[in-house]
């Protein structure tokens, strides 16, 4: 059985008991984050940990532990994951602390991955939880639910100006002619790890897209932690041409990763 870290010890994941008073069973108040790892190891934990605390700082939830001995939780837990490859949680609450693993397998490369833009669907980039990987995550829930039933694998979101976003569990970059733009954290989009990474390295910019942008773009990019780089080959019934720039990008954030916890 794996393990999990729960308020502090390593327990069995079935001894993982959540309090029916906990904030973030009631309230979806907390945070969370989501890992990939490969083996027994988590990648880019300084990244998921840098937005977690910074957002734990937002939120004003305070942890009774270091940033250290969250290291080493994720460490610990990571180690007995299911191999080879697995997904990694951890969720913060007002009350809660809790990192667990389970099986994850990535969607093969290459794929048609099918996507769809949902308008009805929309992000406020003014909201106080813009930003932030909420456990108030509800919205996305619901354009995930909507797209897979029209049999497309992510939905594309807007913000209150009609802008695009993200997709409802990753960030979006699409290609314009010789440039890879992402929408930037103005409009209300998650600071992802593999977003930042390729932000770092100069591979790819923001700027604000329109759904004409969308429309026009040669290339369409879905990112997170668990699928690194992956190309929408289907958009809205539309065919898009597999391109090189998927691969590279994808090339790019694994060579930027840092050694992995």
């Not at 456990?135 to 354009?143: F, G, H, S, T």
């Not at 209150?160 to 990753?170: L, T, Y």
């Not at 932690?225 to 994808?250: H, K, M, Q």
């Amino acid at each position: 059985m794996s393990l999990s870290w729960w308020n502090g010890r390593t327990v069995q994941a079935g001894e993982v008991r959540i309090s029916p008073d906990d904030s973030g069973f009631l309230f979806g108040d907390g945070l969370f984050e989501t890992l990939r790892v490969d083996d027994g190891r988590a990648l880019d934990v300084e990244a998921h940990l840098d937005r977690l605390l910074a957002g734990l700082r937002r939120v004003e939830i305070d942890l009774p532990e270091d940033r250290r001995a969250l290291e080493q939780a994720i460490s610990e837990v990571a180690a007995a994951a299911p191999r080879p490859v697995a997904r990694l949680r951890l969720t913060v609450t007002r009350g809660t602390r809790l990192i667990s693993t389970a099986p994850y397998e990535p969607p093969a490369i290459p794929a048609v991955v099918t996507a769809c833009l949902l308008p009805r669907f929309r992000l406020d980039s003014a909201s106080p939880l813009a930003g932030l990987k909420s456990l108030c995550y509800q919205v996305n829930r619901l354009a995930l639910r909507a797209a897979e039933s029209q049999g497309a694998w992510e939905a594309l979101l807007l913000n209150e100006h009609g802008r695009i976003v993200e997709g409802s569990r990753s960030n979006l970059a699409v290609v314009l002619g010789d440039r890879v733009l992402t929408p930037p954290l103005s409009d209300g989009c998650l600071p992802g790890t593999v977003r930042r990474r390729l932000l770092e390295m100069g591979a790819i910019e923001e700027r604000s897209l329109s759904p004409g942008d969308l429309a026009a773009a040669g290339e369409v990019l879905l990112m997170n932690s668990l699928i690194g780089v992956l190309p929408v080959s289907r958009l809205d019934g539309r065919e898009l041409p597999a391109g090189p720039t998927a691969e590279r990008l994808r090339r790019l954030w694994a060579a930027r990763l840092p050694p992995r916890a």
